[in-house]
């Protein structure tokens, strides 16, 4: 089978939608499918004038071989048997011939419609409810005839409520690499540390997270967090809460997730929610708010606890609770260890695949 995904620009660090789709690529490679990946050319506007040009040259600089392009690559490997590309603007009639196309994102999957048939069957992989760049354009993406593979039952029932027919829908859920994802070979106390993710992208709650734990530290002043992202410190973090930049793989394992006794999560929305489940893999109690995706797994007083979106003061709450009583937060890591550990990415593999030949 020969199937083209398409991303809408060549991610420059970690990006979990993003993970996703080279994950699958690798293992669909390994199948003997003839995969390839094609990027958009660096499109972000004048608005900064020296990042534009400076990341434009590079794509363009980059996309003169494809292995020149998979060692630009520096956060994920790449398996030397799928194709990657990046071309100067994201149209249909650019694609390569194939037999099936899967969009990854609502601004790729607008080229579904516009395919010829040579270059294969439409799939939309659909990752979030992605409607704050406008709730009218998302929904017309999200209802257009083509078979979609979601990653949550969160998202299965967004379509749903949309009109989108059950037998258009596919749940896969994503696996977890869980060699990577672990928990420490000696545990040692956490003592009241959390762990949080410092995004300033408006679905990740950062203020509310900040709020929630500015209470917390009322209550336990002794309180250490270990706030974690890929860009400048936020100005949102008070001073005393460590912030690490920059860390993925096992350097966010060993110096965040093994550290924390909780991970808080305060995000409006997940499609699915990889930070929690890769603390939940590493030994940490998870807190979060009820955002879609996580609850696939966060089983509110079971595996996790949750409060509603934009609850600061309910997170602070459940925090506390988790940090002060050991022995419900143990009963947690427990439940939420055994849920995460039946992720698979082989299992999650051979399901996509399974869809893309429905398809």
């Known amino acids: 089978m020969r199937i083209t995904f398409i991303l809408p620009t060549f991610a420059r660090k970690p990006i979990g939608g993003v993970r996703v ?17 094609v990027h958009e050319r660096w499109r ?39 194709r990657l590309a990046i071309l100067p603007v994201l149209e249909a009639s650019r694609l390569p011939p194939g037999d099936v196309v899967v969009a990854t994102h609502w601004t790729t999957a607008r080229l579904l419609p516009h395919l010829s048939p040579g270059q294969g069957r439409p799939v939309h992989l659909v990752q979030g409810y992605e409607v704050w760049d406008g ?38 859920p994503n696996g977890l690499d869980l060699r ?28 509310t997270g900040v709020a929630a734990l500015t209470d917390v530290r009322r209550v336990l002043p002794d309180l250490t967090v270990h706030a974690f992202g890929f860009g400048e410190r936020p100005a949102e973090l008070p001073e005393w809460m460590t912030y690490h930049q920059g860390l993925s793989g096992n350097s966010l394992v060993e110096q965040v997730y093994q550290r924390s006794a909780v991970y808080l999560c305060s995000s409006t929305t997940e499609g699915w929610g990889f930070p929690a489940a890769e603390a939940m893999a590493c030994g940490s109690a998870v807190v979060s708010t009820r955002n879609g995706g996580v609850e696939d797994f966060c089983v ?16 602070a709450e459940a925090v506390v609770k988790m940090l002060v009583d050991e022995a419900f937060r143990a009963k947690c890591v427990q439940a939420g260890f055994r849920a995460v550990s039946r992720m698979d990415w082989a299992t999650s593999a051979n399901s996509f695949y399974r869809a893309m030949q429905r398809a």
């Open 21 to 37: 789709v080279y994950e699958y690529a690798n293992r669909l490679a390994a199948l003997g499918c003839e995969v390839t990946v």
């Open 44 to 82: 972000q506007g004048w608005a900064q004038p020296v990042v534009h040009v400076r990341e434009a040259l590079r794509d363009m600089w980059n996309s003169l071989s494809p292995n020149r392009l998979r060692t630009a690559m520096k956060w994920f490997p790449v398996d030397s048997r799928v």
């Open 135 to 172: 709730t009218d354009e998302v929904h017309a993406v999200l209802t257009l005839d083509v078979p979609k593979i979601v990653v949550s039952s969160y998202l299965a029932g967004v379509l749903r409520g949309l009109g989108v027919d059950q037998d258009r829908i596919t749940v896969v």
């Open 180 to 207: 990577t994802f672990r928990p420490p070979d000696v545990e040692r106390p956490r003592g009241r540390t959390v762990a949080l993710l410092a995004d300033r992208h408006q679905v990740k709650g950062l203020t």
């Open 300 to 315: 509110h007083a079971e595996t996790a606890l949750l409060a509603e979106v934009g609850d600061s003061a309910g997170l």
